[in-house]
């Protein structure tokens, strides 16, 4: 019997144990006593350094934190869940008890305006779980929060229509700097990099694709450097006196608040102080005893998409995985060819929804994580766009192999590590039976919940939007200097080291 050839297991450990080989350095102090000393294990499971005199001292253990992880795919799903000490619902917690502190002490000048951002991955699963509308559900964290002591609670989906804008800009800059030629000079295709998984999983094995990656910022970073900047700035403070907490669906945000990238050596502080998961945040308010289907509603406040009688949540169209691939074929498609298609046909001729007589949509091998959708020319009905969805690691692999062997014809593609894209994500909660079909009933109902909107709203019809790029740049907007370093990151390569126990089939 042979395997097929499409069938190879990389070094993706993604089981749970510590990782046999960290590939970041960790400074140890050498021992006092090397001349005839060894090591004993104590009853309670420390270790000590007995010298040849009968001496005992004991040793510190060695830890690394969410700064040092490099995500090398070696610990605990992606490391994550090992490193989550310095990001957690007990960092709010004890951050909001400090503020209370400082105030019965009379100290209001050193205390922290506390904001939280929450994704609206986060809201459609609280929202299944506890049976309530993803508009009540907002209020009612809103109250909550605001109860606990947060000074301000905002949505990430604010942070993705700026994400959106500027990804579609920098697509059709791309797209005309290669004259749409995919595989020239790196430029085509552009690869999402809104998922850290992904981000992570091409710097530690696929360093060769990350000039594709897309430069901008995620969502939660983008409203990182609005609360971090642009709120600081309105409100007269420092950006070390502002703690940020995201509240998101997935662990590896951890990692990407994390990144250095999104740290200011001026002030010393994150853009995103801390990530807490859905399920962390879930966690909280049992342990709070503030249940969330007993909370009263709280009015939103003014970052969030949503009208001005908050009757109801505006979406973007799109799954889970954040509508990039929607909103940036129907931009590319009217600022390239003058074809006017709007996102929502899009989204439901990719998801199976409507024909559309301008989109061609093909599931590889009967997969709905892997969708080609290609735009044909409303005259001649040739292929004007190409565009995919990826999503899961065993898609990723395949995408990348076609990358460096230049078989894809991809102008675009949105990617996701988590199969199901982010209604899937590990930090969401998790049904009651644990068999894989009442997961995959839950994962496609939260899926279901989240993409079920009112009314959606495109990026450049959210007033407030126009209204903070243009206080924030000034007239020349998103072209400015200022704009570009706030909404761009970079990426970067590591070279690790062999894992001697890996294994390649």
């Not at 990530?275 to 509603?297: N, W």
Request: contains cysteine; glycine residues 6%; proline residues 4%.
């Amino acid at each position: 019997m042979s395997f097929s050839g499409g069938l190879r297991l990389t070094d993706l450990n993604d089981y749970i144990t510590p990782g046999q080989e960290c590939i970041k350095p960790v400074q140890a102090k050498k021992a006092s006593h090397t001349d005839g000393s060894h090591i004993k294990v104590g009853d309670a499971g420390d270790y000590y350094e007995v010298t040849k005199d009968g001496e005992e001292s004991k040793l510190e253990k060695a830890s690394i934190t969410l700064n040092d992880c490099l995500a090398c795919s070696g610990c605990v799903t992606s490391a994550e869940t090992v490193l989550i000490t310095m990001q957690s619902h007990t960092e709010l917690l004890s951050v909001l008890e400090e503020n209370r502190r400082l105030r019965d002490a009379d100290k209001n000048d050193q205390t922290k305006k506390v904001v939280v951002t929450i994704a609206p991955q986060t809201r459609a699963s609280l929202a299944l779980k506890h049976k309530l509308s993803t508009l009540s559900v907002a209020k009612r964290m809103t109250a909550i929060l605001k109860s606990m002591g947060v000074d301000y609670v905002f949505d990430s989906a604010f942070g993705r229509d700026l994400t959106l804008v500027e990804s579609a800009r920098e697509f059709v800059d791309r797209y005309r700097s290669a004259e749409g030629q995919v595989g020239q000079d790196k430029t085509l295709p552009v690869l999402a990099s809104w998922c850290p998984g992904w981000v992570c999983y091409a710097e530690k094995t696929h360093t060769e694709v990350l000039p594709w990656m897309s430069t901008t910022r995620s969502p939660q970073q983008a409203m990182g450097v609005v609360v971090k900047d642009f709120l600081a700035k309105k409100l007269n403070v420092a950006p070390d006196r502002i703690y940020h907490v995201t509240v998101m669906m997935c662990y590896d945000k951890k990692l990407e608040a994390s990144r250095d990238d999104f740290y200011s050596d001026i002030y010393r502080t994150r853009d995103v102080d801390c990530v807490v998961t859905t399920g962390e945040f879930d966690r909280m308010l049992s342990e709070t005893k503030l249940p969330l289907e007993s909370a009263s509603e709280a009015a939103l406040d003014s970052l969030f998409k949503t009208d001005a009688t908050q009757e109801h949540l505006y979406s973007s169209a799109g799954t889970s995985a954040g509508g990039g691939l929607e909103y940036i074929m129907s931009y590319a498609a009217h600022e390239l060819f003058g074809i006017d298609i709007a996102p929502e046909a899009i989204a439901a001729a990719g998801m199976g929804q409507a024909k559309h007589p301008l989109l061609q949509v093909k599931a590889i091998r009967n997969q709905s994580d892997h969708r080609e959708i290609t735009l044909l020319d409303p005259n001649t009905q040739q292929a004007k766009l190409q565009f995919a969805t990826v999503y899961g690691f065993r898609h990723l692999q395949n995408l990348v192999r076609k990358l460096k062997s230049g078989r894809s014809a991809y102008h675009y593609v949105e990617v996701a590590a988590c199969p199901s894209a982010c209604s899937n994500g590990g930090g969401q909660l998790q049904p009651v039976d644990p068999s894989p079909a009442a997961k995959k009933q839950w994962v496609s109902e939260t899926e279901r919940i989240y993409t079920c909107a009112e009314s959606y709203q495109r990026p450049e019809e959210n007033s407030a939007i126009s209204e903070l790029i243009y206080e924030w740049f000034g007239a020349e907007g998103l072209d400015s200097e200022a704009a570009k370093r706030a909404l761009h990151t970079q990426f970067h390569g590591v070279v690790a080291q062999p894992n001697p126990l890996g294994v390649s089939w």
